[in-house]
């Protein structure tokens, strides 16, 4: 046997690396980082398309709220040449989207403050305790995120006209929490479990029941997580259309969605364009500044409950 044979190879014969300065730049490989870097832009064009979809026609409909008819056609892409804040008052009296607003306000906000009560302390029995069933009624809840909303609109009449509910707030608003569920349910699931068990632990040694654990302890613990949810489920409900469609036929208790899309119909006959966009303009204003306002705290309760 020849003893060179079991040699290493001598520098020369070893591969020149990628990232070797001596390698003409021609032949260096592109590695995984150009990839990276590539599918990188690629994903920031996407998301400033998705942008200028999304932000020209909400800025266009600012602008068309304070312009009149004939500024609306004749000149659509320029600022008004006022501002015309008659068209908000127009709007709020005339097609009475103040009393729509407030009858929003008061079914989104029992909505929600049940679907996050209810929410929170179904997630956090499925997340922390361990029992027959508990997968089962996990994925119960879950199965509800694919069930479409169009095809129970019609049973779901007749149960809450023999409810006795048809036409009041207690009924859509039961109906929104019903909804809300499966998607609260299977975000604070997640969150609850990356919670430390050590905390709830010298909880239960200090003598806290289970209820004053999780209303003291876990739910302060679990704010960021709430707010995000609590906030997905305001602008889920607050857009809400189909719903009261079916559950509200007395005008005194409309929604915003349903007195807008009158305030559509009746703007093609009234030629009154600049009230529907002002009316427009106060339905989306809320949302964006409900955003605004809770922005930090929605990306802290996604970002904290997606890393255990």
């Known amino acids: 046997m020849n003893p060179q044979s079991t040699l290493p190879p001598t520098p020369a014969a070893l591969p020149p690396k990628t990232g070797d300065p001596s390698v003409p730049v ?4 592109k590695g995984p980082r ?4 590539f599918f ?13 979809i999304v932000i020209v026609p909400i800025l266009w409909t600012f602008l068309a709220a304070f312009k009149n008819t004939t500024e609306i056609f004749s000149s659509p892409w320029t600022l008004p040449a006022e501002l015309r804040w008659e068209n908000f008052g127009r709007a709020w009296t005339k097609a009475r989207v103040g009393r729509y607003f407030l009858n929003s306000v008061i079914v989104v906000g029992g909505s929600t403050f049940l679907t996050m009560l209810l929410g929170s302390m179904a997630a956090y029995v499925l997340a922390r305790y361990r029992f027959w069933g508990n997968r089962a009624v996990y994925y119960l809840f879950v199965s509800g995120l694919a069930f479409p909303v169009f095809l129970a609109l019609v049973p779901l009449f007749f149960v809450v006209k023999q ?17 809300s569920l499966p998607f609260t349910v299977f975000f604070l699931a997640a969150f609850f479990k990356t919670l430390p068990t050590s905390v709830a632990e010298a909880g239960m040694i200090d003598g806290c029941g289970h209820t004053r654990l999780f209303f003291q302890v876990m739910m302060p613990m679990a704010k960021p997580g709430l707010i995000s949810v609590a906030i997905f489920n305001i602008i889920g409900q607050w857009a809400q259309y189909q719903l009261p469609l079916v559950l509200l036929s007395d005008k005194n208790k409309w929604v915003l969605t349903q007195g807008i899309a009158e305030i559509s119909v009746n703007a093609g006959y009234e030629a009154d364009w600049s009230g529907l966009f002002a009316a427009l303009t106060l339905a989306i204003l809320p949302m964006i500044i409900v955003y605004a ?16």
Request: hydrophobic letters at 45%; zero cysteines; charged letters at 15%.
């Open 26 to 29: 021609g032949r260096r490989g």
């Open 40 to 52: 990188s832009g690629l994903g920031h064009v996407a998301l400033a398309v998705w942008a200028v």
């Open 34 to 37: 150009s990839e990276v870097r």
């Open 293 to 308: 306002i809770f922005q930090r705290q929605i990306q802290a309760g996604l970002t904290s409950g997606a890393v255990k």
């Open 163 to 179: 409810l006795g509910l048809l036409d009041t707030y207690q009924g859509v608003v039961l109906v929104y929490t019903a909804y």
